[in-house]
């Protein structure tokens, strides 16, 4: 009835025939997906420097992309308006950062063209983003980012951080990379003495870390992005600012 | 007179231009028992009337918890409402969750539109067999009522009744309109039961048992109301007799009423076409 037996019928439906292999249900030999688990960030940006004062947030950050140890990229801006209520600011791999910001931008244009009064807000998105960056964790497949989100909700201001791990938390002050040894403490002391800030006075204090954290950060540049959302201004993102250098001091360091 | 050629599956056009699967879907709301849906300034109240298949079993579910802030009355075919209710359930958890945002009611109605927009324009399948009343409150929108139709239109409402004998109750709804915008959480209510017994032949009567009522504002999370409560509402209605005197009492001599009237008949004749 059958010329060879190549050509057997299986024993059974979907079971094993004579002459072939048979793949056992359930089990795959070939990997389904053939990308990196984990990786190592290529082009990256340091420190984001963010203060919560009374009336808004302040978020700093500077333009330089590092290739490893080398300057490479000197204007790279990282701190984007999101909407008129909020802003966000970004360090660590610049073309993860890239491809977040235009799936951001893009969420703002379809809540454009829906048109219907309802805008995003800042917990809003600082909630979706940390969703997004757990699930990628959780697929060994990070975005290498230290996302800040600040604005201004329900009349009270607002800031917030997540990083690769989906770690989030809010606070008043907020720095990442070298920042957070660098510049936190620096904020700290300046809001315990002074816990009411004054927009100018927020800016100063920024400006101040900026400048810090370009004596002591190897991977920092003296050209810097800043942005504030008041709740009388909107959101403004103000750059490129020059640190204000003062190296008389030099002489007296080892 | 064409219209059996032609109404086969939910993608043919007769030749007056409809779809007539769309348009039989939309009748078997009209299967359904009455629902009945207003709102004011601070509140939304959503009722039903509850059928029950026979004396053994109990009265079915005509109004639905969908988030804290949302409620949704049903009329038609109870399976696909369930399916809708579902999809409108973790649409309201999805944006909680996601987003730490309760789903704005616009949004979540034009959302079930466009899911029932598709079922009008496939092969094989049909359009969902139930209206329903979706009620919510929003923070910046205030409250809100929409009407979603079989035929994946939604309509913005001050108030509405779908549903069979619904006409009565929509002509009681028109008359006592401009009452609703100020009117108390309490006093809503009993329009809304007013509207609801319009609905129902001569006979019979609102009970704590066929008679369900949801109510949603910015302090109030969205709860079916008690059967303790809903006695204590009941009691309160205008005996029947007595309302109708009053409706005998309106129609005599003014002509805003015929107008009304003429209206309602011209109403009537598009639901029937």
Redesign the interface.
């Known amino acids: 009835m059958f010329n060879s037996v190549m050509n057997a019928p299986p024993f059974w439906h979907n079971g094993p025939a004579p002459g072939a292999f048979y793949n056992f249900p359930g089990a795959s030999t070939t990997p389904q997906d053939f990308r990196q688990h984990s990786q190592a960030p290529v082009t990256t940006a340091t420190s984001i420097v963010a203060l919560q004062y009374k009336t808004g947030v302040v978020i700093a950050g500077d333009m330089l992309g590092s290739y490893g140890s080398l300057a490479r990229y000197r204007n790279c801006p990282r701190i984007l308006k999101v909407n008129d209520n909020i802003i966000l600011g970004a360090g660590g791999d610049y073309a993860d950062f890239q491809y977040v910001k235009d799936i951001i931008e893009q969420k703002i244009i379809d809540e454009d063209c829906l048109d219907d009064g309802f805008k995003l807000k800042p917990k809003s998105l600082y909630c979706w983003l940390t969703r997004i960056m757990y699930n990628r964790r959780s697929k060994f497949d990070p975005f290498w980012n230290n996302f800040v989100v600040g604005g201004i909700q329900d009349g009270e201001p607002f800031l917030g951080t997540v990083d690769k791990l989906g770690t989030a938390y809010a606070d008043k002050i907020i720095c990442t990379g070298y920042g957070a040894y660098i510049a936190v403490p620096l904020l700290r002391d300046a809001v315990e003495k002074n816990p009411n800030l004054t927009k100018v006075e927020a800016r100063q204090l920024v400006e101040k870390c900026m400048e810090v954290l370009y004596y002591r950060d190897a991977r920092s540049f003296p050209k810097y992005q800043i942005a504030t959302i008041d709740e009388t201004e909107g959101a403004v993102v103000e750059g490129p600012i020059d640190v204000n250098q003062n190296w008389n001091l030099a002489h007296m360091i080892q | 007179m064409f219209r059996n050629q032609y109404d086969s599956d939910a993608i043919t056009w007769s030749p007056q231009g409809r779809l007539h699967q769309v348009e039989y879907a939309m009748e078997a709301v009209k299967q359904g028992s009455c629902a009945v849906g207003l709102k004011s300034s601070t509140h939304v109240v959503l009722l039903g009337l509850k059928r029950s298949a026979h004396e053994l079993s109990t009265h079915q579910k005509k109004v639905l918890y969908i988030d804290d802030h949302i409620g949704c009355a049903i009329a038609g075919l109870t399976s696909d409402a369930r399916m809708l209710s579902k999809f409108m359930r973790t649409e309201c958890l999805h944006s909680k ?5 309760p789903m ?1 009611i ?2 979540l109605v ?1 959302k079930l539109g466009d899911k029932a927009q598709v079922t009008t324009q496939q092969y094989g399948g049909r359009p969902y067999g139930v209206g329903l009343l979706i009620g919510g409150f929003d923070k ?2 205030g409250p809100k009522l929409y009407q979603f139709c079989p035929s994946a239109n939604f309509f913005d409402c001050q108030a509405m009744a779908i549903g069979s004998r619904s006409q009565s109750s929509r002509t009681y709804l028109e008359r006592n309109l401009s009452k609703f915008l100020n009117a108390k959480r309490d006093e809503l209510i009993i329009y809304g039961l007013h509207a609801l017994r319009d609905s129902l032949p001569n006979n019979y009567e609102l009970t704590v048992h066929n008679t369900s009522v949801l109510v949603v504002s910015a302090n109030e999370v969205c709860k079916l109301i008690e059967e303790e409560e809903i006695a204590k509402l009941l009691s309160q209605l205008e005996s029947r007799s007595k309302r109708e005197e009053t409706i005998e009492g309106e129609e005599v001599g003014t002509k805003k009423d015929s107008e009304q009237e003429q209206h309602e008949r011209d109403l009537s004749m598009q639901l029937d076409e």
């Open positions: 969750f996601a987003f730490e945002t704005p616009q949004r034009a910046i929108a």
